[in-house]
Nanobody, 125 residues
Framework: QVQLQESGPGLVKPSQTLSLTCTVS??????????WTWIRQPPGKGLEWMGA???????YYNPSLKSRTSISRDTSKNQFTLQLNSVTPEDTAVYYC?????????????????WGRGTQVTVSS
């Protein structure tokens, strides 16, 4: 059974960089079929697809976030990471990593193959 676990700081100051790591167990992030995905849910709002990295290392970004987002991976640790630069309070959200078979936006986490528990990130001084 594939499991995903997000980790990273819960509080980030405005203008700083948010860095999150997703550790995957029970499956390899180099599996070609899947898109290893970052999504977030701001308070009171729906899911926002942020980006994804495939098993072969291709990376896709949400155009609205692309200038501030970087996704990478460490295959030796079976982890993939998210960096979001120049954060503002509007970036406050629960951040999830998930596995999908494409990059379309889904309305619910239950539409993903599997997903982590999520980590709350608050941007505040």
């Amino acid at each position: 059974q594939v499991q995903l676990q997000e980790s990273g700081p819960g509080l980030v100051k405005p203008s700083q960089t948010l860095s999150l790591t997703c550790t995957v167990s029970g499956g390899s992030i180099t599996s070609d079929y899947y898109y290893w995905t970052w999504i977030r849910q701001p308070p009171g709002k729906g899911l926002e697809w942020m980006g994804a990295i495939t098993g072969s290392g291709s990376i896709y970004y949400n155009p609205s976030l692309k200038s501030r987002t970087s996704i990478s991976r460490d295959t030796s640790k079976n982890q993939f990471t998210l960096q979001l630069n120049s954060v503002t309070p509007e970036d406050t959200a629960v951040y999830y990593c998930a596995r999908a078979d494409d990059i379309r936006l889904r309305a619910s986490l239950y539409e993903y193959d599997c997903w982590g528990r999520g980590t709350q990130v608050t941007v505040s001084s």
